[in-house]
């Protein structure tokens, strides 16, 4: 099994760690990463936050360095796209005409930013965030200040953009159709602290407000049109409406496909040596017992890692807790659980919401599900702890910031 070749279709985060993975297991064979883009594996969290804002260059995006791949003996084919897959065969048939014999593949395709329909999204000017060439372009825009930006959509990227434009010294207007920002993602509640941020640094939100189209001229996009029949000037426009899962390989090759490429807990596809992780797979969660599909960071670094571990034959079962972060103006925020089960519930903080220094906790049946620190720091182990316990506790107790969170923890294990 140490020699057979793996191969990893995806040079995002998750197809580096799965080829990393591999190798701690201790596979000797050949391992080759197909990347779509012409360039080396990289890690996308830094492209809407300090490489945007300037804070970072080029080399924070790198998962490992260059070198790494030629001691690990890990190929990576820079700007080659996969066109076929053939799970029976076990070959995958690249456009440069060439094909790839595989003992075990992966699937890391990814996910594509949701474009704004055509041709007003084909306008000079308008945006969207997910590769690092987008990122070069908006931050190549925004740079100068004194733009004015339109972010359509108040999801984490269109948030994070504003706040790298606001630190550029341009005007932003974010609009979205939701009455508070983040309500899916964290709720009504917390949603409204980021609304106060980002007012506070002088964003123009424009909550449950439709758009009706982006206006240009000669070209170039000029202003976004509200379905209130006013138009809001533009210099340029950010497209933050979310993305689309990367499964259209695994479709034609016969997969089964539901929100992404399913998968079980060891991230097995439905055809013999395929495995799918990251953005693109639906994987099933023990603890929920449901398929869960994530699109963040953590996701592709452990369950990139865990998936190769298991291309290489270890037998595992995933059930990480789902992590995120933000960094938006002097705000830093980790979010650690289960949204599922968190929607819908009111939180409980513990600190100062005014002051954006708190705590907030999700109960289902007295259960904590899902919490999230806001500039509070070195608590996401507690908090990750009081989760995976499943034990019932006291809101109250979990308000009360003099109880301290490791004695709520050893109540919760006990």
């Known amino acids: 099994m140490n020699e057979e070749r793996l191969v990893i279709v995806g040079g995002g985060l998750a197809g580096a760690r799965a080829a990393e993975g591999a190798r701690q297991a201790g596979h000797a064979g050949p391992i080759t990463i197909v990347a779509g883009e012409d360039a080396m594996p990289y890690i996308r969290p830094p492209l809407s936050k300090e490489f945007l804002t300037g804070a970072a260059e080029r080399d924070v995006v790198e998962v490992h360095p260059v070198e790494w791949y030629a001691d690990e003996r890990v190929e990576v084919l820079r700007g080659v796209r996969a066109t076929e897959l053939d799970p029976a065969a076990h070959r995958l048939g690249l456009a440069d005409g060439r094909t790839l014999d595989y003992a075990r593949l992966l699937l890391a395709t990814g996910a594509s930013a949701r474009h704004w329909r055509a041709p007003e999204g084909e306008l000079d000017g308008v945006h969207v965030l997910r590769s690092f060439a987008d990122s070069v372009a908006l931050r190549d825009a925004l740079s100068p200040g004194g733009r004015r930006m339109v972010a359509i ?65 000669e070209g170039r996009a000029t202003g976004v049109e509200l379905d209130t029949g006013e138009t809001l000037p533009a210099d340029l426009v950010l497209v933050g409406i979310g993305a689309v899962p990367e499964t259209g390989l695994a479709e034609a090759a016969g997969l089964e496909v539901r929100n992404g490429i399913v998968v079980d807990a060891s991230f097995r596809t439905s055809a013999d040596d395929v495995y799918a992780v990251g953005d693109v797979a639906s994987v099933y969660h023990p603890v929920l017992e449901t398929h869960l599909r994530t699109e963040h960071w953590a996701n592709a670094e452990n369950a990139g890692r865990a ?38 519930a009111d939180p409980v903080f513990r600190g100062d919401r005014q002051a954006r220094e708190f705590i907030a906790f999700w109960q289902r049946e007295g259960r904590v599900v899902a919490g999230m620190n806001v500039n509070v720091w070195d608590v996401n182990d507690a908090v990750q702890s009081l989760i995976r ?19 709520l923890v050893a109540e919760a294990s006990a």
């Open 153 to 217: 959509g108040a999801g984490w990227i269109g948030l994070e953009a504003a706040a790298a434009a606001r630190g550029y010294g341009d005007e932003v207007t974010v609009v979205a159709p939701e009455a508070v920002p983040l309500a899916a993602a964290v709720g009504a509640a917390v949603g409204g602290v980021f609304a106060e941020l980002h007012r506070a640094h002088g964003v123009d939100l424009r909550m449950s407000t439709g758009v009706a189209g982006i206006r240009g001229a």
């Open 307 to 344: 998936a190769g571990r298991a291309l290489a034959g270890e037998t595992l079962e995933y059930a990480e807790i789902p992590y995120f972060y933000t960094d938006q103006y002097d705000l830093g925020m980790e979010y650690s659980g289960y949204g599922t089960l968190a929607d819908g």
């Open 389 to 407: 316990s499943g034990a019932r506790l006291d809101p109250a107790r979990l308000a009360d910031p003099a109880v301290p969170l490791d004695e």
